[in-house]
């Protein structure tokens, strides 16, 4: 409810300081730019929920975009290669999630380790340019088509909002998840098989990020290596802002999203102001850390 109210106030704010911000053409314009974290977001939120990190979505989202324009370049049909980018999203979660369950390795430290693994990838495969030349027709047609008045990008972001949410409140890995964060030995001696359950929402995030790398190679119409750069940040503060605990146990995939359009929001209604881009990392910064005080001020009065 905190972040609905703050979400209504800034839409009346901006709305008032511009004249083009409450337009539907502009909706259309954030949604699109908020897509990609909001998909990647439904699965960081779920692993944060159980207590983990994934600081690697960035990277991941670079080299399943990469790779996908090489394989459609290599004459692979584009579904094809659409999968297996996404597949090789997911084997990089199967590998975080292996490092952390297996071998024991701090959530923070194994994503640090893939995100560079995986940017280096990524300009490994594409010898350090964009690939933008053999790519078919059709390879921007995600990332930049509509159906009817709606970009096919929020279309698709709502369909996995729908999918996630029914999983964090309607089935037994979200139940599971929430018990794994909420006491991690009391999970385990309940009989839940904590460490399938982490590889799992590994595996998803990996996913995710991979279907965002594929979005957004789409959108932008190359292969670039150097895109996502500071993306993981962008997920971590719409699901700390959407009221996800760092410490697990808590999280709603719905606040994840209303905290995305927030940022979101506030971007995009600078932009129309004629901020300066570096301004709104200063605020990112500040959104993040009002966030993580603003949830403890509240835990202590419920407390």
Same mark, same amino acid.
């Given at each position: 409810?905190?972040?609905?109210?703050?979400?209504?106030?800034?839409?009346?704010?901006?709305?008032?300081?511009?004249?083009?911000?409450?337009?539907?053409?502009?909706?259309?314009?954030?949604?699109?730019?908020?897509?990609?974290?909001?998909?990647?977001?439904?699965?960081?939120?779920?692993?944060?929920?159980?207590?983990?990190?994934?600081?690697?979505?960035?990277?991941?989202?670079?080299?399943?975009?990469?790779?996908?324009?090489?394989?459609?370049?290599?004459?692979?049909?584009?579904?094809?290669? +659409?999968? @297996?980018? #996404?597949? /090789? &999203?997911? $084997?990089? %979660?199967?590998?975080?999630?292996? =490092?952390?369950? !297996? *071998?024991?390795?701090?959530?923070?430290?194994?994503?640090?380790?893939?995100?560079?693994?995986?940017?280096?990838?990524?300009?490994?495969?594409?010898?350090?340019?964009?690939?933008?030349?053999?790519?078919?027709?059709?390879?921007?047609?995600?990332?930049?088509?509509?159906?009817?008045?709606?970009?096919?990008?929020?279309?698709?972001?709502?369909?996995?909002?729908?999918?996630?949410?029914?999983?964090?409140?309607?089935?037994?890995?979200?139940?599971?998840?929430?018990?794994?964060?909420?006491?991690?030995?009391?999970?385990?001696?309940?009989?839940?098989?904590?460490?399938?359950?982490? +590889?799992? @929402?590994? #595996?998803? /995030? &990996?996913? $995710?990020? %991979?279907?965002?790398?594929?979005? =957004?190679?789409? !959108? *932008?119409?190359?292969?670039?290596?150097?895109?996502?750069?500071?993306?993981?940040?962008?997920?971590?503060?719409?699901?700390?802002?959407?009221?996800?605990?760092?410490?697990?146990?808590?999280?709603?995939?719905?606040?994840?999203?209303?905290?995305?359009?927030?940022?979101?929001?506030?971007?995009?209604?600078?932009?129309?102001?004629?901020?300066?881009?570096?301004?709104?990392?200063?605020?990112?910064?500040?959104?993040?850390?009002?966030?993580?005080?603003?949830?403890?001020?509240?835990?202590?009065?419920?407390?």
């Amino acid at each position: 409810l905190v972040i609905i109210l703050i979400l209504i106030i800034v839409v009346i704010i901006l709305s008032l300081l511009s004249e083009k911000f409450l337009t539907f053409t502009n909706f259309n314009n954030v949604s699109r730019q908020v897509a990609l974290v909001i998909i990647t977001g439904c699965g960081v939120t779920l692993l944060m929920v159980s207590g983990n990190l994934d600081l690697s979505v960035g990277s991941v989202l670079a080299l399943t975009g990469v790779l996908c324009a090489k394989f459609a370049v290599l004459g692979i049909p584009l579904w094809a290669s +659409i999968i @297996l980018a #996404i597949i /090789v &999203g997911g $084997l990089i %979660g199967i590998l975080n999630g292996l =490092m952390v369950v !297996k *071998l024991k390795i701090t959530s923070v430290i194994a994503t640090i380790g893939t995100m560079c693994i995986a940017r280096g990838l990524a300009f490994i495969f594409c010898g350090g340019k964009s690939i933008n030349v053999g790519l078919p027709k059709n390879f921007d047609y995600i990332g930049r088509s509509f159906v009817g008045p709606f970009p096919l990008p929020l279309i698709i972001f709502v369909f996995i909002v729908l999918i996630f949410y029914f999983i964090e409140s309607k089935t037994i890995l979200g139940k599971y998840t929430f018990a794994i964060g909420g006491n991690r030995v009391a999970a385990e001696l309940s009989g839940i098989n904590v460490g399938s359950i982490t +590889i799992l @929402l590994y #595996i998803l /995030v &990996g996913m $995710l990020a %991979g279907l965002s790398g594929v979005i =957004m190679g789409s !959108k *932008l119409g190359v292969g670039q290596p150097n895109v996502g750069i500071g993306f993981e940040f962008d997920v971590i503060i719409a699901v700390v802002l959407g009221g996800t605990s760092l410490a697990g146990g808590e999280g709603s995939i719905i606040g994840m999203v209303v905290a995305a359009f927030i940022v979101g929001f506030l971007g995009n209604g600078l932009n129309l102001l004629g901020v300066h881009t570096f301004y709104q990392d200063v605020l990112k910064g500040v959104v993040l850390i009002g966030a993580i005080l603003l949830d403890r001020v509240l835990k202590e009065k419920i407390k």
